[in-house]
Nanobody, 121 residues
Framework: QVQLVESGGGLVQPGGSLRLACAAS????????MGWYRQAPGKERELVAL???????NYADFVKGRFTISRDIAKNTVYLQMNSLKPEDTAVYYC???????????????WGQGTQVTVSS
């Protein structure tokens, strides 16, 4: 069974740092893309960062070099290091995995349950 479990969220002051972790079960990193998304109250879910199955990374423009996505293949875990946090970073952060299923020719995705990040003084 495929499962994603996020951790590491919490309350932090502006300018502080947090590291989120997403532990994956039942997937192979060499075949899966991994990503971090976030959703703030009243807003749509948006991409924060991703690393594809080949190890290539992409970041949303609003990250502006503050966040870094990385993965530990042996542990099937993807991380999001968040530095210089701002109040507007407050959101529920979700882990996502996806890959193309050859048999059905569809892109199959799975979401984690989310972890709350609150940036406030």
């Amino acid at each position: 069974q495929v499962q994603l479990v996020e951790s590491g969220g919490g309350l932090v002051q502006p300018g502080g740092s947090l590291r989120l972790a997403c532990a994956a079960s039942g997937i192979i990193f060499s075949l899966n893309d991994m990503g971090w998304y976030r959703q703030a109250p009243g807003k749509e879910r948006e991409l924060v960062a991703l690393v594809n199955s080949g190890g290539m990374t992409n970041y949303a423009d609003f990250v502006k070099g503050r966040f870094t996505i990385s993965r530990d293949i042996a542990k099937n875990t993807v991380y999001l290091q968040m530095n210089s946090l701002k109040p507007e970073d407050t959101a529920v952060y979700y882990c996502n995995t996806g890959r193309r299923d050859s048999r059905s020719n569809t892109y199959v995705t799975l979401w984690g349950q989310g972890t709350q990040v609150t940036v406030s003084s």
